[in-house]
């Protein structure tokens, strides 16, 4: 049992080490394609909100970024602010926001079930690294 313990520890550590070796555009893309989808759950962030803002939408990006893709600090860094809009008058969840950094764009959306989605497109214009 001690044994079994000390591997899952050991398999933790170098899961981890492995993550925090990437880039964060790898984590963002990581079938090396030029858009991904990722979520967070409203146990991973949430703001007591029905609906995302500005604000909001930087919260849940550095939740993302910071939180559950690890990424180091100042390795993604907010070019445009976010800019949100409510797509549909009469419905919340049409909410959508635009937010630009030096790696790629995002749109940003949050469902009813409070889990806010979003879709990443790298944009090599914005890309202050050589790849």
Not at 28 to 44: A, D, I, N, V, W
Request: charged share 20%.
């Amino acid at each position: 049992m001690k044994k079994l313990i000390i591997a899952a520890a050991l398999s933790l550590t170098s899961v981890s080490s492995f993550a925090q070796g990437m880039t964060c555009l790898n984590k963002l893309l990581p079938y090396s394609r030029y858009s991904g989808l990722h979520q967070l759950t409203k146990e991973e962030w949430s703001n007591g909100k029905e609906g995302l803002d500005e604000e909001s939408a930087k919260g849940a990006f550095n939740a993302l970024v910071g939180g559950k893709l690890m990424c180091k600090s100042g390795e993604v860094s907010i070019k445009i602010q976010p800019d949100c809009k409510l797509l549909l008058s009469d419905i919340p969840q049409s909410n959508v926001c635009y937010l630009h950094t030096n790696l790629g764009y995002f749109f940003i959306s949050k469902d009813s079930g409070s889990t806010v989605n979003f879709i990443f497109s790298k944009d090599k214009r914005f890309n202050d690294s050589a790849e």
